[in-house]
């Protein structure tokens, strides 16, 4: 549990920072539900947890609605994407950067949105970075960027 | 009247190139990789009834948000920032059929400028391949704008778009309810998608395949070095007949003239100065050429991204990056390219770092010095039977300036250049097998370049040497009158050029040179290969000897005063590795001072880079002497 609330203290002060060039998205949570507006990141991160279909349109149900339960990243299969294993399927869950606004924007640019499907296909030969399949297209990537992106597991 | 502007805007690698060339009839480069368009290229499309509009290549960017130099180009552009160029009548958004899912939500955030626009959706033909299927009407009908498909390089679909790109004042506003945040946007998209496309096979066929190979923990670090490898001893095997060759057509068709011309000044200068100082440089097109198709195989196939990839942590570990890499092997053709191709770098320090270590990669300048030197001294035994060594010491030389590149980056990136690590990403396109054509315009592109180089720098330093080795006339001893070759020899050691060259001389000594090649080393500052150039008027063929052997097989004849050798092995390896370093390239200057901003670092280059080459042919000349 002192995990847990740990990373719920930290998840909504992340995500107003990272999620600042949200200002449209926080707006309208604003005005769905007013108290519950700092939480962008940690709304996203539940939200697609909680929904199995996990496609994009119930995060953004997610948002407007306001929902809000603390996210739980010791729920089997929500990880961090650079520790998923080559070969199996995960859904995005959230991207984070702590508060650099423009790499959330290009690892989102990229197709790393949430309810994004992606296939970790394999690791470079000496370890990094690593290829993964997602929306048609093939991106690699650095541990280093692979590690703000939260996923979940999907094969098992 | 002005001309209708349209730009053309998409994702990086998606097409845009391919189908700008198709319009234009032009031959910008076209490669399998992301990022080879760094800055905007503007070309007139015929539109077939006499009208004409112009079409501007911008760099591909995967938003709008830009992170890199070359992806500023492009937003720039839109805004009209460009100089020069206003904001463009039209925007022709270019997507890859394959990659929708990533790239409508950039075309919507493209409406979102509100230009009027046009999408052309690229590569349908691979999406079929993949048993994907397009609704390019629901597409339309959805996107509210005109949508074409393409498939660039074979020409289907242009006529179509040819008739949109001429009335771009009909193409309907873009609707003005644009989601204007990134995740709706792919909401949005996603919404689109659902109903005009048939998602393609995620499996890739082939590519998948073959990169099981090119890509294996163990293979694939195997295969890059073979590639390598093979690289340089198919220069070496392959073109060196080819040169043979142009080497006696050049000094064939000398002899022709001078039995035409009569003897004098005009005469030596047109034999010597044109034939024996330009000539000696064209004849290594055949090598040249053969470098230039291999690398824009490698760059046409895809195998460019995944070297990139599987060097990648080592480039991390020198605080650089895949694409870092992609700009160093670039270099490989020339330093030139290679140094713009550093723009699409979006770290500025690593850009710099990139851009002060990429004339230590072997450009083709530097080929005709190696293959003379090798060719002529390095003997052509087999090594374990199979390897041939000349293209071994090739091999060795590319290595040395690759290995060196990297380590300077390291201490550049770790010192005066230190900063935070930017984002790496890359897209690993399909494996393509390039078109004739675009392999065609590579090649004929670096050749032109080449010749054009001779025709202008090498020509000109061609005959200042001339002049320098024939001024000032001297009256040769009546006992040597006779002997045409004496008197050649007399007269250069009284001219101008060997008294330059005697001053230079204390200095290069410690590395084994003697003043003839410090006046290579002089001439060559603007260069390369005027090196060869004045080495060949140096040992001009003097229309004696029986056969007309090559000047390799002349250096290896010639002595010096003592009666030693003129080049000792040790000498020719010096001057080997002072040519892996020396930055003796003024287009290279100029093209690092254009990029940075400043001379200072062109300065900084170019003294860094004679530092290290002196050093190491000093190093390179001690040991040698002693083991050899």
Redesign the interface.
């Known amino acids: 549990m002192g995990v847990r609330s740990r990373e719920w203290s930290r998840g909504p002060h992340v995500g107003v920072k990272t999620m600042a ?2 200002k ?2 926080a707006l309208t949570a604003l005005h769905a539900a007013p108290s519950h507006a700092e939480g962008a990141g940690g709304l996203l991160l539940r939200s697609v947890a909680e929904e199995d279909a996990g ?3 119930s ?2 149900q997610g948002l407007l609605t306001g929902q809000r339960r603390a996210p739980d990243t010791t729920q089997v299969g929500v990880m961090a994407l650079h520790k998923a294993r080559p070969g199996s399927t995960v859904e995005i869950v959230d991207v984070q950067a702590n508060g650099d606004l ?2 959330v ?7 790393f ?4 499907r992606v ?1 970790v296909r ?8 690593t ?1 993964y ?10 541990k ?2 692979a590690a703000l992106v939260t996923v979940r597991g999907l094969d098992g | 009247m002005t001309i209708t502007r349209l730009a053309l805007v998409g994702s990086p690698n998606c097409g845009k190139t391919t189908l700008f060339n198709a319009l234009t009839g032009l031959r910008q480069k076209i490669a399998n990789y992301p990022g080879v368009t760094v800055e905007h290229v503007e070309g007139h499309v015929d539109l077939g009834n006499g009208a004409k509009v112009a079409l501007i290549d911008l760099p591909g960017t995967y938003s709008l948000d830009p992170l890199s130099p070359d992806e500023q180009v492009t937003l720039d552009a839109l805004r009209g920032h460009l100089d020069g160029i206003g904001t463009p009548d039209g925007v022709v958004i270019v997507a890859d059929a394959t990659t929708l899912r990533r790239s409508l939500p950039f075309v919507g955030e493209v409406l979102h400028q509100r230009l009027p626009s046009i999408l052309v959706v690229t590569m349908i033909d691979e999406l079929k391949a993949r048993g994907g299927a397009l609704k390019l009407d629901v597409l339309q009908a959805e996107l509210g704008i005109p949508v074409v498909g393409v498939v660039g390089n074979r020409g289907i679909g242009l006529d179509d778009l040819k008739h949109e790109l001429g009335q771009p004042g009909k193409w309907p506003a873009p609707p003005d309810h644009m989601p204007s945040e990134i995740v709706s946007r792919f909401i949005w998209a996603d919404a689109i998608l659902d109903k005009a496309v048939v998602p393609p096979r995620e499996d890739r066929g082939w590519t998948d395949k073959l990169d099981k190979i090119v890509l294996h923990p163990i293979l694939g670090l195997n295969l890059f070095a073979l590639v390598m490898f093979l690289f340089f001893q198919i220069v070496f095997v392959v073109a060196a007949p080819l040169q043979d060759l142009m080497e006696a057509m050049v000094v064939g068709l000398g002899e022709l003239l001078r039995t035409a011309l009569p003897d004098g000044l005009i005469e030596s200068l047109l034999i010597d100065g044109l034939f024996g100082g330009v000539g000696s440089v064209v004849v290594f097109v055949p090598q040249i050429a053969l470098l230039l198709l291999m690398i824009a195989f490698l760059e046409g196939s895809g195998y460019m991204a995944r070297a990139a990839f599987v060097i990648d942590r080592v480039m991390g570990w020198a605080g650089l990056e895949g694409r870092c890499f992609i700009a160093l092997l670039s270099s490989y053709a020339c330093a030139i390219p290679g140094i713009m191709a550093t723009r699409a770098v979006p770290d500025p320090k690593s850009r710099l770092a990139t851009i002060m270590v990429a004339p230590f990669m072997t450009c083709s300048a530097r080929l005709p010095v190696y293959v003379l030197f090798i060719s002529a001294f390095i003997p052509e035994t087999r090594v374990g039977g199979v390897v041939n060594l000349q293209g071994l010491t090739m091999f060795g030389l590319y290595l040395l300036g690759s290995v060196s590149a990297m380590i300077a980056a390291v201490i550049f990136k770790r010192g005066v250049l230190r900063g935070q690590t930017y984002p790496f990403y890359m897209e690993l396109p399909p494996y393509r097998m390039p078109t004739a054509k675009v392999v065609f315009n590579h090649v004929s592109r670096g050749v032109r370049a080449f010749l054009k180089k001779a025709g202008t720098i090498i020509l000109v330093a061609s005959i200042a040497i001339w002049a320098l080795l024939h001024f000032p006339q001297v009256e040769p001893p009546a006992e040597i009158a006779n002997d045409e070759a004496a008197v050649r020899a007399y007269q250069i050691e009284h001219s101008a050029a060997a008294d330059i060259g005697r001053v230079l001389e204390p200095a290069i000594a410690p590395l084994g040179f003697d003043w003839k090649i410090g006046i290579g080393l002089i001439a060559s500052l603007a260069a390369r290969e005027v090196i060869v150039a004045t080495l060949s008027q140096i040992h001009a063929y003097t229309g004696d000897e029986e056969d007309l052997d090559g000047l390799g097989e002349r250096m290896r004849a010639a002595k010096r005063a003592d009666g030693t050798p003129a080049y000792p092995l040790p000498t020719v390896l010096a001057l080997l590795v002072f040519y892996v370093y020396a930055l003796q390239c003024v287009s290279t200057l100029a093209v690092i001072r254009r990029e940075t901003g400043t001379w200072r670092w062109a300065a900084i280059a170019f003294g860094y880079m004679f530092a290290v080459a002196y050093g190491g042919a000093f190093v390179t000349h001690e040991v040698a002497s002693i083991w050899l």
């Open positions: 060039s949200w449209a998205f496609a994009g349109a995060v953004l423009a790499l924007q290009r690892l989102m640019a990229l197709g949105v949430p309810g994004t296939v394999r690791r470079a030969p000496l370890g990094d970075p290829e399949a997602l929306r048609g297209a093939r991106i690699s990537l650095r280093r960027e």
